[in-house]
């Protein structure tokens, strides 16, 4: 092991037991109070949190306690509509307080009641008094603060307000498919004393995540995170047939590349999955990232022009054939002829991986960015 690998090492270590195990977030009956800033994305982490205890089986109801963003209601109610989840709130009323206290008796049928607070551009007064007195209303089982992972060291002060008037007890943190890693939310738990409880990662409803310590410190790193990088794989293949070892054996056909680029696109954008590869602290352009999203969306769309036998035997691809399927797909020839060469480049790459060298190295990556640190 070098130097440099020894303190990665002991760094790991250390931030792991900063941020402790996974919040708490029990499939009970439970009010769930959400606190943040404008912009932390709070409102829409409110609609994911509902969507997630649904997806468990609970039954969930929210609550729009922000009178002061124009159109809050209408965002929160729009998103809720979609999962089926039922939304007490009235964009016309100035009194959150009010709102809380009616909308509370009206979500008796449901187990999981979230609430969405109003936040400002800084952690004014009036702000801090009226969270404190929803929390006095609602008597709220867990008080969550939802935090930007591009805030940097200003999550300190914010977490260390918000905890002095409802006593945090755990954090979200948003946007993680950005650019930034979230080391502001280390600051965050230090003075909370409270534990990750999810991460947003994607703009979908869906993209909620439990929070794993090992694979946020990885990711904080520049580690990646393979390990949730394969359980995505993983959901997103179950029930689909794919033939592993004829792949290794050379039998690879353009039907099979199809699978794939429709495997990645399902799994999210491009950028969210290369967030858990170990690239170290290689930075990839954002107009790179949008450049290869387009050109596999255009590879999937010629493919679509071609035929059966063309997928399962790309040898049969001649020049009146090419131009053909780039006419079909409102392509160029040469954008064909550059997809059959990234074909090729694929089938080659996976001949040298069926190999004991490239067993080897599979191993070593394994090893050295698994359970092993």
């Known amino acids: 092991m070098t130097v440099r690998e020894h303190v990665l090492r002991i760094v790991y270590q250390e931030l792991v037991k900063l941020v402790g195990s996974t919040g708490e977030a029990k499939l009970e009956p ?16 409110t609609a994911k949190l509902a969507r997630y205890f649904q997806r468990k089986g609970m039954r969930v109801g929210v609550i729009c306690a922000d009178t002061f963003r124009p159109g809050a209601f209408d965002q929160l109610n729009t998103l809720c509509m979609r999962i089926n989840v039922q939304v007490y709130g009235n964009p016309d009323e100035k009194d959150a307080l009010k709102i809380v206290r009616e909308g509370l008796p009206s979500m008796s ?17 009036e702000l801090i008094q009226e969270i404190i007195d929803i929390q006095k209303i609602a008597s709220a089982r867990h008080r969550w603060l939802v935090i930007d992972a591009a805030l940097g060291q200003q999550a300190a002060e914010q977490a260390r307000r918000f905890h002095d008037a409802i006593s945090i007890d755990g954090v979200i943190i948003t946007k993680m498919d950005g650019t930034a890693k979230g080391g502001g939310a280390l600051s965050a738990v230090a003075e909370t004393a409270s ?49 592993v070892n004829a792949m290794m054996r ?24 290369m967030s858990m590869l170990p690239l170290g602290n290689m930075e990839i352009p954002q107009d790179a990232y949008d450049v290869t999203s387009t050109k ?29 399927i780039a006419m079909g797909a409102g392509a160029s020839p040469e954008e064909v002829r550059e997809l059959l060469r990234y074909y090729k480049m694929m089938k080659k790459a996976l001949k040298g991986v069926r190999g004991g060298q490239g067993k080897m190295n599979m191993q070593r990556m394994l090893k050295k960015f698994g359970g092993g640190m």
Do not use: C, W
């Open 30 to 45: 439970q009010i769930i109070l959400m606190a943040g800033l404008q912009g932390s994305g709070k409102t829409t982490t």
């Open 109 to 125: 049928g449901n187990e999981v009641i979230l609430i969405d607070t109003q936040g400002r551009h800084a952690l004014e007064g």
């Open 195 to 243: 534990g990750i409880v999810f991460i947003g990662s994607g703009e979908t409803i869906d993209d909620l995540e439990r929070f794993e310590p090992d694979g946020f410190i990885s990711r904080l790193l520049g580690m990646g995170d393979l390990k949730a990088l394969v359980e995505r794989a993983e959901e997103t293949m179950a029930g689909r047939e794919v033939d």
């Open 296 to 324: 596999m969306q255009r590879y999937r769309i010629i493919m679509d022009s071609m035929t059966g036998p063309e997928l399962d035997d790309p040898s049969l691809m001649g020049s009146s054939r090419i131009h053909r």
């Open 250 to 273: 050379g039998k690879f056909s353009l039907r099979d590349m199809y699978q794939q680029l429709e495997a990645v696109n399902r799994m999210g954008p491009l950028k969210q999955i």
